[in-house]
C-alpha cells in the first residue's frame, strides 16, 4: 500500500517577488518560485531594484531625477500664475452641460457620439481609395463609426430624463 505523500508548504510568491525573468524575459507563471523557460531562480523585487538602480542612475539619469525634484515646486508655481481667456470657461464640461440641459451620462454619451462622427469624418479624410476593395474597406469603417455614434446617440435619448413642466 502507498502511503501518502508529505504535504510541504512553500511561500506564496508575494508583491516583493520580480514579474518577469532577468535572463530570459519571461513573465512567471503565478505563484512560482522560478522561471518555467529557463529555470533561473525568481529574485524579489528589492534586490533587483537596488541593482538596476546602481547600474542606471549615475550619470544623466540621476542629474535629471535630481534636477526635476528640485524644480518641480518652482514649475507648478509658473503653472498657477498661467491665466487663460475668459472664453475658456464655456468649454468647461459643467458649463456644456447646463448650456445643453442633459444629465452627466446624456452628456458623456453625446460626446461619445460626436468623437465617432468625427472618427468617420477623420476616415474619410485619411484614407483614399485605389481600387474597389479599398474604397469597400474605407466604406466598412465608415460604417462602423457611424454605427457606433448611432448607438451612443441613442444611449444619450434613453439615458436623458424625461421632461417635467412643473
Known sequence: MLEPALETTLPAATAEMAE????????????????????????????????????????????????????????????????????????????????????TAAMIAFMMGLGCVAGAIAVSLIYRASNLAEFQAIQMWRIEWLLAATASFVA???LKKPFDPR
Open 156 to 158: 444619450g435619448i434613453l
Open 20 to 103: 518577469a525573468c532577468a535572463d530570459c524575459g519571461t513573465e512567471f507563471m503565478i505563484g512560482a518560485r522560478f522561471c518555467h523557460t529557463c529555470g533561473l531562480r525568481r529574485p524579489a523585487i528589492m534586490a533587483m531594484t537596488a541593482s538596476a538602480d546602481t547600474a542606471v542612475m549615475p550619470g544623466l539619469l540621476a542629474r535629471n531625477v535630481t534636477w526635476a525634484r528640485s524644480h518641480s515646486a518652482a514649475i507648478a508655481a509658473a503653472w498657477r500664475k498661467v491665466s487663460l481667456p475668459a472664453w475658456v470657461r464655456y468649454l468647461h464640461f459643467h458649463e456644456i452641460k447646463r448650456w445643453i440641459g442633459l444629465p
